[in-house]
């Protein structure tokens, strides 16, 4: 380009022309460019994809299509969170007006966009204890549109009935949707089992390292098509970057899950034997593969809370979970917050409730650092 240095410094951009790269590149590009105005308008009759990444990118565009084939649902679309494809999942099926179903027992954040967010915008939430879904028949009310729970609740690790809850919604011609973050298409898939709308924080599992944050939402492609406007207007989008991370994730989360299940198995066995632990939350009934990776525990009376969390030697407090290393989280403080007095009560979520996120190292370590943080611990 025969132009000035100041020229030259704004047009050096190298195109990846006919180079075969291993792994997808990253389209680290707010838009893309057209050659003339008939390429432009082959963008909107369908011979080009992308036009600007709000509305669509390559690595967002993986992630989303990854996510569906993993959970054999039809499409998918990622977004900027787990809290924003819950949204948009919502927004897909219900308007002011509306009423949604929510279990009681959901992850906190979800639990304050429900309650309080959707408020101001008309559409009402109410909050039902699933443990029996036979009792939430009656709550579906005229107005209803949508039925939402997780297949793993969170911090207390109930395991929904996906199939009887997806049966129930189709009963009454209403959607299912389901946060299937803490189980991941490697345990369960909650689209097979009837389930309209399946959603995820893939900054938990599905990345597992823990330096991304993103959401996405999987399910019948009317439905996603109407999740993606709802993306593309209110900005939701995720970066091409994260999504770019989360896809290089997902190739290990078979792996990582496998252990972690077995980790988690091991180390819930050695807590339930251990005096020191009032109670011990870990499901078996997930699946043939594991049970998942997350064991909750409650000290309550028996161990100081906070000597426990200081005699917790490279185990760190951290409030998130699914990374490959193993941390521990306290649900009153932070997850469950927000939650009523009332609420966190009914739930159990106590004073000595800790979350543990099972990591992937030697299952010994991990059970000798929790064993000896307890009987550092111990009052009685
Ligand atoms: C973390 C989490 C969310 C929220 O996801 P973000 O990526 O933090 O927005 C929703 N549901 C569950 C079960 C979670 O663990």
Same mark, same amino acid.
């Given at each position: 380009?025969?132009?000035?240095?100041?020229?030259?410094?704004?047009?050096?951009?190298?195109?990846?022309?006919?180079?075969?790269?291993?792994?997808?590149?990253?389209?680290?590009?707010?838009?893309?460019?057209?050659?003339?105005?008939?390429?432009?308008?082959?963008?909107?009759?369908?011979?080009?994809?992308?036009?600007?990444?709000?509305?669509?990118?390559?690595?967002?565009?993986?992630?989303?299509?990854?996510?569906?084939? $993993?959970?054999?649902?039809?499409?998918?679309?990622?977004?900027?969170?787990? $809290?924003?494809?819950?949204?948009?999942?919502?927004?897909?099926?219900?308007?002011?007006?509306?009423?949604?179903?929510?279990?009681?027992?959901?992850?906190?954040?979800?639990?304050?966009?429900?309650?309080?967010?959707?408020?101001?915008?008309?559409?009402?939430?109410?909050?039902?204890?699933?443990?029996?879904?036979?009792?939430?028949?009656?709550?579906?009310?005229?107005?209803?549109?949508?039925?939402?729970?997780?297949?793993?609740?969170?911090?207390?690790?109930?395991?929904?009935?996906?199939?009887?809850?997806?049966?129930?919604?189709?009963?009454?011609?209403?959607?299912?949707?389901?946060?299937?973050?803490?189980?991941?298409?490697?345990?369960?898939?909650?689209?097979?089992?009837?389930?309209?709308?399946?959603?995820?924080?893939?900054?938990?599992?599905?990345?597992?390292?823990?330096?991304?944050?993103?959401?996405?939402?999987?399910?019948?492609?009317?439905?996603?098509?109407?999740?993606?406007?709802?993306?593309?207007?209110?900005?939701?989008?995720?970066?091409?970057?994260?999504?770019?991370?989360?896809?290089?994730?997902?190739?290990?989360?078979?792996?990582?899950?496998?252990?972690?299940?077995?980790?988690?198995?091991?180390?819930?066995?050695?807590?339930?034997?251990?005096?020191?632990?009032?109670?011990?939350?870990?499901?078996?009934?997930?699946?043939?593969?594991?049970?998942?990776?997350?064991?909750?525990?409650?000290?309550?009376?028996?161990?100081?809370?906070?000597?426990?969390?200081?005699?917790?030697?490279?185990?760190?407090?951290?409030?998130?979970?699914?990374?490959?290393?193993?941390?521990?989280?306290?649900?009153?403080?932070?997850?469950?917050?927000?939650?009523?007095?009332?609420?966190?009560?009914?739930?159990?979520?106590?004073?000595?409730?800790?979350?543990?996120?099972?990591?992937?190292?030697?299952?010994?370590?991990?059970?000798?650092?929790?064993?000896?943080?307890?009987?550092?611990?111990?009052?009685?």
């Amino acid at each position: 380009m025969g132009h000035n240095f100041d020229t030259k410094a704004v047009h050096l951009a190298l195109k990846g022309k006919n180079i075969d790269s291993k792994v997808t590149p990253i389209y680290q590009t707010t838009a893309f460019t057209f050659n003339d105005l008939e390429d432009l308008e082959g963008f909107y009759q369908g011979k080009k994809d992308y036009l600007y990444s709000r509305t669509g990118n390559p690595n967002t565009d993986e992630l989303g299509q990854a996510v569906a084939q $993993l959970e054999g649902a039809q499409n998918g679309v990622a977004t900027s969170s787990g $809290l924003s494809a819950i949204l948009v999942g919502v927004l897909a099926v219900a308007k002011s007006g509306d009423h949604v179903l929510a279990s009681t027992d959901i992850y906190g954040g979800t639990y304050q966009l429900l309650a309080n967010e959707l408020k101001d915008f008309s559409i009402e939430v109410t909050f039902e204890d699933f443990s029996d879904i036979n009792k939430i028949e009656k709550h579906i009310k005229s107005n209803t549109k949508l039925i939402y729970s997780e297949s793993i609740t969170n911090p207390l690790l109930r395991v929904e009935d996906t199939k009887a809850l997806a049966k129930l919604a189709k009963k009454h011609q209403i959607y299912s949707m389901i946060d299937n973050t803490f189980a991941t298409p490697y345990l369960c898939q909650p689209y097979q089992d009837g389930v309209d709308l399946v959603v995820h924080s893939a900054t938990k599992y599905l990345g597992g390292h823990s330096d991304a944050t993103a959401g996405v939402l999987v399910g019948h492609e009317e439905l996603i098509e109407k999740a993606r406007a709802r993306v593309v207007n209110l900005g939701t989008n995720l970066s091409p970057f994260e999504a770019w991370l989360t896809c290089r994730g997902i190739k290990t989360l078979s792996v990582r899950m496998e252990r972690q299940a077995s980790n988690a198995q091991a180390l819930a066995n050695a807590l339930r034997n251990n005096k020191g632990v009032a109670k011990v939350y870990y499901p078996s009934n997930v699946s043939e593969k594991g049970n998942g990776a997350i064991v909750s525990i409650d000290i309550t009376g028996r161990c100081d809370v906070n000597t426990f969390f200081q005699s917790l030697s490279w185990v760190q407090i951290v409030p998130t979970l699914a990374g490959v290393e193993s941390t521990v989280s306290y649900p009153l403080a932070t997850s469950h917050r927000a939650l009523p007095k009332e609420a966190q009560d009914e739930l159990g979520i106590t004073e000595g409730l800790i979350r543990i996120s099972v990591g992937i190292e030697a299952a010994g370590d991990i059970i000798e650092a929790f064993e000896s943080a307890i009987s550092a611990s111990r009052t009685h």
